[in-house]
């Protein structure tokens, strides 16, 4: 066990329901191609695979995927949309979990090596991304910039959504970097909000690479998003790719 959070049974159920949005065409499109063309004609491990955002429709393009998931209650939802058969999954978490056979892709999207709240855990899912790569693989990771530059002096909170149905704001330890994240969202229309929050350590673009280095990976390239815009001191996040050398 690891210092990741467990997803609830509550939270998995409504996840995708919340995540319209980064499950529509316009967002998984690019994502889909990027990855696809990354595993060539080899296979694809998901850490933290979920609900199968990803994982399910990068399988329908007919890359062989496998998962790896924490959170019995998010993969109790994947399977319900396909069998283990068509997308096994194995239990446990990303930094030291393995999975037989070897691998053409690893990857690792939406924010998720942040749920690893120490730097040694991240690194081991580094070492086990490598673990699982076969000579002139690729592991991938899509991560936010810290948005450290927005924080006045003295403030430790910044929002990233005011909307209708949901207030979110993080929180920032900038000692330990540890970012909560804050979310109050309505459900109903009687006014009443949910309120919900995550912890995540955050790390920067050369942290990682460090990580990867100690792994024995190399990077290869680093852009602003899956359609490949250059990334920049602007870029709100990255698409990070190392190799594993022949």
């Known amino acids: 066990m690891t210092s990741s959070e467990l997803w609830t049974r509550e939270t ?21 191609d990027f990855l ?3 595993a060539g004609d080899g296979r694809a491990l998901e850490f933290a695979i979920g609900t199968g955002r990803v994982g399910v429709p990068l399988r329908e393009r007919g890359v062989p ?5 924490l959170s019995e209650h998010m993969a109790a939802v994947l ?3 396909v069998d283990e058969d068509a997308l096994p999954v194995a239990m446990g978490d990303m930094a030291t979990t393995t999975v037989p056979g070897d691998f053409s892709l690893v990857y ?7 749920n690893l709240l120490t730097q040694d855990e991240q690194v081991e899912c580094f070492r086990n991304a490598a673990r699982h790569l076969r000579p002139g693989g690729r592991f991938v990771i899509e991560l936010g910039v810290p948005p450290l530059r927005c924080l006045p002096p003295g403030q430790v909170a910044v929002p990233f959504d005011v909307s209708e149905r949901h207030l979110g704001f993080d ?7 540890i970012l909560t994240s804050h979310h109050f969202t309505r459900d109903g229309d009687d006014g009443r909000y949910r309120r919900g929050n995550s912890r995540h350590r955050y790390a920067w673009p050369a942290e990682l690479d460090l ?3 100690i792994a ?31």
């Open 216 to 246: 024995g990976l190399e990077l290869e390239r680093r852009v602003a998003d899956w359609d490949g815009a250059p990334f920049t001191q602007e870029s709100a996040k990255h698409i990070s790719v190392w190799r594993k050398p022949v």
């Open 65 to 69: 995927v496998v998962g790896i998931e």
């Open 171 to 177: 929180t920032f330890d900038l000692v330990e970097q």
């Open 36 to 38: 696809a063309g990354l």
């Open 79 to 81: 399977r319900h949309k």
């Open 12 to 32: 998995a159920d409504r996840y995708d329901a919340e995540e319209t949005e980064m499950s529509s065409a316009a967002v998984l499109g690019p994502t889909l």
């Open 108 to 114: 690792l999207v939406y924010n998720t090596i942040t």
């Open 211 to 213: 990580m990867a280095r």
